[in-house]
């Protein structure tokens, strides 16, 4: 096993395993072009056979190395600190519902609309990102909710999601109205 | 020229309202461009409809003008959050942001301010002497094989940015390039990888992409650091830097401008691939390769310079051949259609005012920069004076918009949300953002060139008539022309910097750092 860990084991076998399943799945689209001959899975194909090369490189990188940065590179990415550092159980929950409301926060979007999801996931951020003073979670919740209707809705008129569902869709509405009467009435 | 300059800035600046576009172009562009989450190119979609209300000349310098200072802003961001604006300011946090860190971000801030507009009012100068004679080559010697071989070369040099390991830069740009094929291909319009998802077909959007793994993924790693404890408050600084520390710099800026140059006038490659390479060359001449990535000035000043002198180069396909080099300028040629004109050559005949008035635009706003940037940054240096907690709902909700204005499609937000977490996820194990932006990128533009390439020579790329060999570009010297085979030279160059990447990392020893 060299100086190969587990995580470099997983880290390979997502790589081969991501090429396995794009190799199958370009079957779908396998045909013969009569413009060009290699047809539209040759280049995909290609990429796919650099990505097993460079997926066994990385192995054996690691299994030479271990866990090690390769001398002279540049624009190191890896943060030891931060990946070494004690995690308690609340930490990596924190972490994991931090990652977890965008996309709760973007599926909402469609039946509740930006201006009723949007003040409910900066709460949500807030608190997450460690905030516990009730006045500064509120204060800063209205200032960004503000600033962006302001920029978005009245500066720039930007169509965004209104929601499908009531009464979500019947606030978005509102706050569509407010903005035409409030543009006709700088109009006079 | 300078006649038709001075025409140019006097048809610019002898209308109150044409004055009063360029001004919000000016101030819009750098404010999208600084501001987290959005970009140069969030404004330009927003605008681009009421636009058609414009004249043809107020329409297309306001997208020239938002071109230039919007390359400037997103430096601010890159340097301040790790959030580069757009991709050809990726290089730039590669030191900008350990500046930031080390407390020197006025240095880096300032720096980029000096950098853009000398690389800009550079690249505009040339560009108004050179468009004519330089589009004429180009028309006659570049074609599809010298960009699949451009874009190749690009992408060898872009797997030695970032990433812990030579192999961890490949698969960043692998990954990257395959992204890129999602999508009907280029040739013949077959669906791939759609997974039978119709808004797929169109591709994934290039904006979520980038507002995914450069500024959600971001927001995602503070977050981690103040779970687990790790989390430090960048330092607050309004230190500019002085002349006799820019003046040390002057090789890098000068190699920056001609590499920007060079880069942004080839149709499709544009300012990404000028940071790229610029900073690629800053790295390869430096006697302290170990001090890159750590907060050197040098590296900021060699990324902003060529991505500005860019700008004025990459006009030239646009406006002489009617390809864009980028995703602003793509937006130009709908600005164009929307006027019933199209870029290209016949622009130069038919509308030589226009080319003008957007000239003498860009030299301008290039030159503003310098006074607008300086008063911009003291205001924007204040934003890392805000809790992070307060500014991370901000960053995500104004890339969420970003993502959504894109295509009006909430799949886009899914796909900025879902690249966030894939660019955490790759950025704690050591992969390269940078890189894999670029193999988004220049994957796309490297696979409709290489089957175009592939047919105009044949399919046999090393015939000596057809193929690589065969295709010599003149070059005029001071007594002679001659004849380079500028594809294959490229290509060469791209395999030896694979060879070596490739040899460096088998035998390759532990870093120090580590």
Redesign the interface.
Known sequence: MGNLSR?HIV?TVV?LAMAAV?FV??FE?N?S?E???????A??RA??V??VL??F??L??HH????????????????????N???SLG??L??GL??LL??V???S??PMG?YSA?PL??VG??V????RRPM?ILG??IL?YV??IIF?LVL?N????QGTVSPFYDISSQFLIWNTQFHNWLGK | MIDNFLAGTQALFSDPFTIFIFICAVIGGMLFGAIPGVSMLTLAAIILPFTGALEPAQAIMLFAVIYCTGTYGGAITAILFNIPGSAENAPTAFDGYPMTQNGQAGKAVGSAVLCSAIGGVASALVMMAATEPIANWAISNIAAPEIFALVFFGLAVASSVGGNTIWKGWLSVILGVMIGTVGQDPIDGVNRYTFDFVDLAAGIAFVPVILGLFAVSEVFTQAEKKAVGTYNAPKFSLNFPKFAELWREKVAVLRSILIGFFCGILPGIGATLAAFMSYGEAVRWSKNKEEFGRGKLEGVISSETANNAATGAAMIPLLALGLPGGALTAIMVAAFEMHDLEPGPLVFWNSPDLIWVVFAAMFWANLSILFIGLLETKTILYLLKIPFQFLAPLILLLATVGAYLTRGLVLDVLVMFTAGIVGFLLRRSGYSMAGLVLGVILGKVGEGNYARGMQMMHFEPFSVSTGYFGRLAPIDLAFTTIYLPIGLLLLIGGLITLAASVWAALRARPSQMS
Request: hydrophobic share 50%; no cysteine; glycine share 8%.
């Open positions: 995580q880290e790589w794009l799945y370009s689209f045909q072009g413009i060009y001959p290699p047809g539209p899975s280049w995909p990429v796919i650099l990505l460079a997926a490189g990385n054996y990188f030479k190395n271990g866990d090690s940065l390769q001398e002279g590179r540049i624009g190191l990415t890896r943060d030891d600190e931060t990946l550092a004690q995690r930490a990596n924190r972490i931090i990652l965008p996309f926060f973007a599926l979007l469609k930006f949007a996931f900066i951020i807030i997450l990102m460690g905030e500064a800063i919740t960004i600033l962006l978005f720039l930007a169509n965004l999601p």
